[in-house]
């Protein structure tokens, strides 16, 4: 890149490392300069994707196989009664798959929950059901001893009934109608009974989700998808980037907050309510001490980086007129989805009937309460080496294809963005580049989107089995080798965030010269290494305003949802919140995050047919426009500055004058690197 120094010999002789050479192409889209790629790793995806059907077939009993018994995802799910039994699998209660609770959180297996308070009518243990059924009396005298439970209304939510009421205005109606048969019911408070206990904080966290279900999924995925496509849609517009991106940083200052001084009411509110308990308010209040501190760094992050969001604006102008031409490219995130939920279906049955085909062991503990011992059940399984393989290979087979989908969309964009750029007219680009970036994925190099997927499956998979081993370390208290295994997980963790910057670059290379994947991988990675310095800074000025743009996103619908949930519910129909509205973010991020994947794919494609625009024409011949080598030429001198100042700092500067000819300097240096000889080719 107009860089006149020697190179090693070992440079010199090295084929990879020679600067790009144009081979002739008319264009992208020839299709006669298109070949299939890397076709043997496609060939072994669909293997792995036709044992995993068989293996799930064998799992649910449509197939039979010595080694690998059918499951039944009701002995993973289903509740364990206070006898051990799990309800509609174990002798007696097969025709029962359904739990009811006890005052003490115990279960009694019932074969359907009640949908209507009857405090007439009670659910008790087996041996004392016909008791209760025959004297009021018994059966009420049988609710403080735990036995007995009359019955409320309830919803059924995984086998469980979950009280559908208020279980303390329930317990008042109970006393009245225990009153009419001359039976007086202790106060609730003195049952001591695990509905306040840390036991029953699971049937607490279901109730919240089940209670919140449509907030959770209404706002974490149809909101967050619509706030995606309309954020998507204003980037596009040049004009009004400047505008969109600021108003995104200082209205997520904004969010931040606003949430900050509405939790702190919230936790105001609830500890006078007399409704929740000090943990949830205490809870509450931690949350509002967050908010605060986030707010404050997040302040001082803006007044740091206020020069380089400047930049970052004038390198995703670029990815913008980009989009702004391929107007159908915002629907690839979309298709990823469809395509990993059609897997995902599959999988997940797959998987709880391979998780329920082992041998159930049944546990019992107990815990103290006000001075008062409870029993309770749980159940852990046992699997055969065989079951465990078989474990490894469907983790294996959902990291390797939800890979492949993610590589699937980096492929198309950069195809759609490299033809938009090694295209003069810019006017000639449509839609249709995108249907052809996903037609020519699919007829040419899906072997080539496989076996960059497959690297970071195998990785991925080593993480998983070492982070196994080390739950199985943490029982023997070896810190010397859980340490070690600390070390193993972060360096492999190193390694795949290398492979995926590593295998982006090389879906470019491909996208532009139709390359296999170990030789696209080569190029790009010396392609890199000549131009490191300008890579990393406008990597670093664009990823802090698409990170802005994911946190924004998610962080907008959460408090949607928060202000749904807190003005349209009763506080008495919300328990912990905290959960919630976390999943709600989750969701809306992982939503933002693929969106935007289109804006961060798209940068890296430009920069990198920018670079090989250099490498591979005069300047004349360049198809490069004014405005974008301007861009990136000052995010270079702005990295290359702010380098400089920072090794200055170890050593004493030298006069005004000498300070601002190393400026200069600076500055003739990186714009000659940019402008190579008007007789390269």
């Known amino acids: 890149m107009g860089n006149t120094e020697a190179k090693p010999a070992h440079e010199e002789d090295n084929e990879d490392n020679q600067k790009l050479t144009h081979e002739g192409w008319a264009s992208l889209k020839d299709k ?63 025709d029962k798959p359904n739990g009811y609770y006890m005052l003490d959180g115990s279960v009694v297996c019932v074969t359907e929950c009640p949908k209507e308070a009857d405090y007439y009518a009670f659910v008790c243990r087996y041996e004392l059901q016909s008791d209760a059924d025959a004297s009021l009396v018994d059966a009420y005298n049988y609710v403080p001893a735990r036995q007995c439970m009359y019955k409320i209304s309830t919803r059924k939510f995984i086998n469980r009934c979950l009280p559908n009421e208020d279980i303390f205005q329930a317990f008042q109606d109970a006393q009245d109608a225990a009153s009419s048969v001359n039976v007086t019911l202790p106060s609730y408070a003195q049952y001591g009974t695990s509905q306040n206990a840390n036991a029953s904080w699971f049937n607490d966290f279901l109730g919240d989700l089940y209670n919140l279900r449509a907030y959770i999924f209404g706002f974490g995925l149809a909101v967050a998808l619509g706030m995606s496509f309309v954020y998507l849609h204003l980037l596009r517009l040049p004009l009004l980037l400047f505008a969109i991106i600021w108003t995104t940083i200082l209205g997520l200052l904004a969010i931040f907050v606003a949430a900050t001084v509405l939790l702190w009411n919230l936790a105001d509110n609830w500890s006078k309510d007399g409704i929740h308990s ?23 992050v803006i007044l740091v980086m206020r020069e380089r969001i400047q930049l970052a604006i004038g390198v ?35 998987c709880f009937f391979l998780a329920s085909s082992g041998d159930v062991v049944i546990h019992t503990a107990s815990y103290e309460y006000n001075s008062v011992e409870y029993a309770y059940s749980y159940r852990t399984f046992t699997y055969q080496p065989s079951i465990r393989y078989a474990f490894l290979f469907m983790l294996f087979a959902m990291f390797w294809t939800s890979e492949f989908l993610v590589a699937i ?26 249907l052809w970036a996903i037609r020519t994925t699919i007829v040419h190099h899906l072997g080539t989107v496989a076996f960059g997927s497959l690297l ?76 490191i310095l300008r890579v990393s800074a406008v990597n670093l000025v664009a990823t802090f305003v698409l990170v802005i743009g994911r946190v924004f996103i998610a962080a907008s619908t959460t408090f949607m949802c928060y202000l749904a949930i807190i003005y349209t519910l009763d506080n008495d129909s919300i328990g912990g919140i905290i959960a919630p509205v976390f999943l709600c973010f989750l969701l809306s991020f992982w939503v933002a995050s693929m969106f935007l994947e289109i804006f961060g794919m798209g940068i890296e494609t430009i920069l990198y047919c920018f670079i090989a625009d250099e490498e591979m024409f005069a300047v004349e011949e360049r198809f490069a426009g004014r405005e ?18 920072k090794n200055k700092k170890n050593r004493a500067p030298a006069d005004g004058d000498a300070a601002a000819d190393n400026k200069g300097s600076i500055e003739a240096t990186v714009v000659t690197a940019t402008e190579p000889a008007k007789g390269q080719i």
Not at 288 to 296: A, F, K, L, M
Not at 628 to 645: E, F, M, P, Y
């Open 316 to 350: 995703v102008k670029e990815s913008a007129r980009a989009m702004d031409s391929m107007k159908l490219i915002v629907l690839v995130p979309v298709l990823q989805a469809a395509g990993l939920v059609i897997f995902m279906v599959f999988w997940v049955i797959y």
């Open 32 to 94: 006669k300069r298109r070949c299939c790629t890397d076709l043997l790793m496609l060939l072994l995806l669909i293997a792995v994707w036709i044992t995993m059907t068989v293996l799930g077939l064998i799992v649910t009993g449509l197939i039979e196989n010595d080694n690998l018994t059918a499951g039944d995802p009701r002995r993973l799910i289903n509740p364990i009664d206070y006898n051990g039994r799990i309800c509609g699998v174990g002798t007696g209660v097969g």
């Open 278 to 300: 000090d943990p949830e308010v205490e809870t509450i209040r931690i949350f509002s001490y967050i908010g605060i501190g986030v707010s404050v760094l997040y302040t001082c």
């Open 628 to 645: 974008l080598v301007g861009t990136l030429n000052s995010a270079q001198i702005a990295h290359t500055l702010w380098k400089a100042r």
């Open 456 to 531: 970071v499956a195998i990785v991925r998979t080593i993480r998983a089995v070492v982070a196994y081993f080390q739950r199985k370390l943490k029982k023997t208290h070896n810190k010397v080798a859980e340490y070690a295994l600390c070390c193993v997980q972060c360096c492999l963790g190193c390694l795949e965030r290398c492979i995926r910057f590593i295998n982006k670059h090389a879906y470019i290379i491909t996208a532009i010269y139709s390359y296999p994947f170990c030789k696209s991988t080569r190029k790009a990675f010396w392609l890199l290494l000549r131009n």
């Open 409 to 434: 969309g980096q492929l198309v964009i950069a195809l759609s963005f490299s033809a938009w750029y090694f295209t003069k007219v810019k006017s000639s680009i449509g839609s249709g580049t995108v």
